[in-house]
């Protein structure tokens, strides 16, 4: 994602999205999403508010490794202060090498385990002294990959049961480890969706008021 780019994306983000929004950031398996993901959007929401990151299989944490790698001195420095600032939910297997690991849950594809999960997650988050503005979601895809149908029905029932009204959420998706159905119906649900990639931000789907033509 290009720099020029960056206000662009901010303005849906910090503009238009509000809390209970469902945002999508698509991307292909070798763009280097980190550069994005640690490198400005997460920086980005800290500064504004609380921020509790769903890692699952570690996914949040490879690509943690993988940014920390690129930089150094100043920016270096600014990473490792981030993440005291982050709190985690750790999903599966896998390390979490950063934020304050604030619960663990084992992955569910049945809906009903998912929902008991999902419901003690949400509670967790609502009573924590600080509400989070903003729920980030890194391997969502590939929770969907390994469960299948099931796994898309079990997001479903838990979003249409217990929606998150109080903060935006915003889910990293890798679009290569989707079939085509489960991505549709992922963005049939999000209030907007994205694509990143190094040819810049396209808009796939737009959030905002909608003009009824009254008054």
């Given at each position: 994602?290009?720099?020029?780019?960056?206000?662009?994306?901010?303005?849906?983000?910090?503009?238009?999205?509000?809390?209970?929004?469902?945002?999508?950031?698509?991307?292909?398996?070798?763009?280097?999403?980190?550069?994005?993901?640690?490198?400005?959007?997460?920086?980005?929401?800290?500064?504004?508010?609380?921020?509790?990151?769903?890692?699952?299989?570690?996914?949040?944490?490879?690509?943690?490794?993988?940014?920390?790698?690129?930089?150094?001195?100043?920016?270096?420095?600014?990473?490792?202060?981030?993440?005291?600032?982050?709190?985690?939910?750790?999903?599966?297997?896998?390390?979490?090498?950063?934020?304050?690991?604030?619960?663990?849950?084992?992955?569910?594809?049945?809906?009903?385990?998912?929902?008991?999960?999902?419901?003690?997650?949400?509670?967790?988050?609502?009573?924590?002294?600080?509400?989070?503005?903003?729920?980030?979601?890194?391997?969502?895809?590939?929770?969907?990959?390994?469960?299948?149908?099931?796994?898309?029905?079990?997001?479903?029932?838990?979003i249409s049961?217990?929606?998150?009204?109080?903060?935006?959420?915003?889910?990293?998706?890798?679009?290569?480890?989707?079939?085509?159905?489960?991505?549709?119906?992922?963005?049939?649900?999000?209030?907007?969706?994205?694509?990143?990639?190094?040819?810049g931000l396209?808009?796939?789907?737009?959030?905002?008021?909608?003009?009824?033509?009254?008054?």
């Amino acid at each position: 994602m290009s720099r020029v780019d960056i206000p662009i994306f901010e303005k849906y983000i910090f503009g238009k999205a509000n809390r209970g929004d469902v945002i999508l950031l698509e991307y292909a398996p070798t763009y280097p999403v980190e550069e994005f993901s640690w490198g400005v959007l997460l920086p980005a929401l800290v500064e504004r508010d609380g921020v509790v990151v769903a890692d699952f299989f570690g996914i949040g944490g490879i690509l943690f490794r993988n940014y920390t790698r690129k930089v150094s001195g100043k920016e270096y420095s600014g990473v490792i202060e981030l993440i005291k600032k982050i709190k985690v939910v750790k999903i599966g297997p896998g390390s979490t090498s950063y934020g304050d690991v604030i619960g663990e849950v084992v992955p569910a594809y049945d809906s009903h385990t998912f929902l008991k999960n999902y419901y003690a997650i949400v509670s967790r988050i609502s009573h924590s002294p600080t509400k989070p503005e903003y729920f980030i979601t890194f391997g969502l895809g590939h929770y969907i990959h390994f469960g299948g149908d099931e796994a898309i029905k079990a997001i479903l029932t838990g979003i249409s049961t217990i929606p998150l009204e109080d903060w935006v959420g915003i889910h990293f998706i890798n679009a290569g480890v989707l079939r085509s159905e489960h991505l549709a119906m992922l963005e049939e649900i999000a209030s907007m969706v994205f694509h990143i990639s190094r040819d810049g931000l396209k808009v796939k789907k737009e959030g905002g008021a909608i003009d009824q033509g009254r008054g």
